[in-house]
């Protein structure tokens, strides 16, 4: 099952620099996506979610960008810092509520001082 | 900041034995949730707690597997007769509405 994939396992940026983590999904009655920040020996951590009315969502440092039509969203982070190295999870949900989240892999973000 | 509490942190068990995992969720969440994150995969969705019964619920949670919430505060994910595969972390969410859930830190059960 690879309705959300998140095609590289690992992301390396430099302090202060941007870091895009990318998610493709194909199922398209996703409605509402979300990104999800997780350090070892934790849960998953709630970062931004999107709604697919839209197409982009700025929280801070971070933004969601959501392309419908290509099935695509992409997390950014500017600037990157150390503290944000994790595994970023981006998710989605097609039943109109949350009720049910459909995971990617994950990528490894590392941010080097 | 309220938090989602797993009891206990890691679990060892039989084969074939049943093994309860607990789960305190933020006191005015009303909704429930159990995920597993078997080691190198995906985090998969087992099951979701609404209203004291079952909203929705995966292939993964067959009859081997049960929810409950016996009182105000917990909220307990059961496996009758544990298999070798069934090792894996186990998260407990809740949230206050849609979306957005609260995760605890896991409950890694290792299967012997």
């Known amino acids: 099952d690879q309705q959300v994939k998140q095609n590289s396992p690992s992301l390396s940026v430099q302090e202060g620099r941007i870091s895009i983590l990318n998610c493709d999904y194909t199922?398209?009655?996703?409605?509402?996506f979300l990104w999800y920040k997780k350090y070892p020996a934790e849960g998953p951590t709630f970062l931004i979610s999107?709604?697919?009315?839209?197409d982009k969502n700025e929280d801070g440092r971070f933004t969601v960008f959501l392309n419908k039509s290509a099935k695509h969203l992409s997390l950014h982070i500017v600037p990157s810092q150390p503290g944000d190295s994790a595994v970023y999870f981006c998710?989605?949900?097609?039943?109109?509520?949350?009720?049910?989240?459909?995971f990617g892999g994950g990528t490894r973000l590392m941010v080097k001082p | 900041e309220p938090e989602v509490t797993q009891t206990p942190s890691h679990q060892v068990t039989q084969m074939g034995q049943e093994v309860i995992l607990r789960c305190v969720p933020i006191?005015?969440?009303?909704?429930f949730y159990w995920y597993r994150q078997i080691l190198g995969q995906k985090v998969e969705f087992l099951v979701s707690?609404?209203?004291?019964?079952?909203?929705?619920k995966s292939e993964i949670f067959d009859d081997q597997f049960s929810v409950e919430r016996p009182d105000g505060s917990n909220f307990t994910l059961k496996i009758r007769s544990t298999k070798l595969e069934d090792s894996a972390m186990y998260f407990c969410?809740?949230?206050?509405?849609?979306?957005?859930?609260?995760f605890g830190s896991g409950t890694r059960l290792t299967v012997v």
């Open positions: 998710a989605a949900s097609a039943d109109g509520a949350g009720n049910m989240l459909t």
């Open positions: 199922n398209s009655m996703f409605d509402y």
């Open positions: 999107i709604s697919s009315i839209k």
């Open positions: 006191s005015n969440h009303l909704y």
């Open positions: 707690f609404y209203n004291n019964e079952i909203s929705e």
């Open positions: 969410a809740s949230n206050p509405a849609f979306y957005g859930y609260t």
